[in-house]
């Protein structure tokens, strides 16, 4: 399936028939490659959302009512309908969200691992109390219905690491994707249809109207949102007035922080690439690095000839290395933001410029000279731009980096007995040595202060889809005697 030539066979979530689907009119999906509509996805109305939301309610209690075992052979079968579409996923990913298509392919694989991951953890009931008057359990419990805010950087990852989880606890789930990036979900929505049950998972189409009409219903008791922390706080406000529980994982501007004596030159290739995920749409990307005084040129330096190499183009080419950025608007503002930069006095070694010809293109970009109180330290630019800045002390750095309102993640590149010695000094949720980004299944990952609410992955983040119920039995003399 050629994702630019012709529109996607996706079906309309909830599918034809379903009260309301009538309603559903289509809005246009960019390829940011080529900055035009190369398909149209279907839009949820009001009484449509209803409808979708009212039978997530209605499948809570049979699907809450399995056995655990039954919910994890569900995620395999997820699994196994998530591998058997790579392909075809893949490009319809590529085609509205501009990455390379190897790493598109990627992220469907591991979105359907995630599924099987998943699937093995536990959520067994505990005992807490065992004595002569009384007998105590715990068992965790799903919510409910659980809202999925999923993000256009990797739509289809980061929703499954939040659809797993909450349908291994025993919730029901409606998915709202970005409405950049909506056609790889729709795809991913009739897929698990084939192998849920009816109003389990549903996807549904649509913007910021949307979004809070879905947070705010009353069928939904947990809303679990990834992006930026303008909307998690109104997410946040809105979940508030019914008491609903919110996860919220709001990106970062995380530094990357260079100790004195490392050798620059071995750690700038793995520093640009930790900037450049993704075309730099990564909250746990490098965003800032800072460096010893007397080695920071070099460094830069070293960052700037690993941009001007790098092969930025269209994500169905393979020599593509790095795709647009997924929108105009954040093209724009990743342009904006360096050209303040500049006009400040900065100046910038590689890249800088939006290319001429078509298409959401900004060239990687490193930037040195960046002035004191600049956006571009103190903000998530979210896009192929790292400023490389001089310190002349590790604890000045680490300074400048807790002065963030994000508490995401934070690197420390060098000796590693010296980066030990100072990792507790980051006010973060992840510090990492001698690498930046690393995330695993089995390894919970979230932040602190403006980077969110709550973590994800792992049995950490399984445990966030469930709440607490206790069982406390008196025993009877009888019953003791009897036990």
Known sequence: MNARAAEPEVGVMPPAGHPGAERYGPTPVENPALGEVF???????????????????????????????????RLLACHHVLLAAVDPMSELLTGEQGKPLHRARDEVRLAADWFAETARLDLAPERLVDEPGARIGLERVPHGVVAAIAPSNYPVLLAVCKIAPALLAGNTVVLKPSPDTPMSSLMMGELLGEVLPPGTFTVVGGGTELGARLTVHPAVRLVSFTGSVGTGRAIARQAAADLKRVVLELGGNDAAIVLPGTDAAAVAADL???AMTNSGQFCAAVKRVYAPRGQHRQLAEAMAESARSAVVGDGLDPATEYGPLVSRAGRDRVAGMVEEA??????CLAGGHVPEGPGYFYPPTVVTGLPPGSRLEEEEQFGPVVPVIPYDDPAEAIGRANASPYGLGLSLWGDEDRAQALAEL????????????????DVPFGGHRHSGIGVEYGHWGLLEYTQLKVHHIALRQADREMS
Do not use: I, K
Request: charged share 15%.
């Open 39 to 73: 398909t149209h996805a279907p839009g949820c109305t009001p009484q449509a959302l209803d409808a979708v939301l009212n039978d997530a309610a209605r499948a809570l209690p049979g699907w809450a009512a399995m056995s655990l075992d039954t919910r994890r052979e």
């Open 272 to 274: 640009f690439a930790s």
């Open 342 to 347: 500049v006009r400040s006095g900065a100046q």
């Open 426 to 441: 980051p006010q973060c949720g992840t510090v990492w040595l001698n690498t930046h980004g690393d995330l695993r299944h």
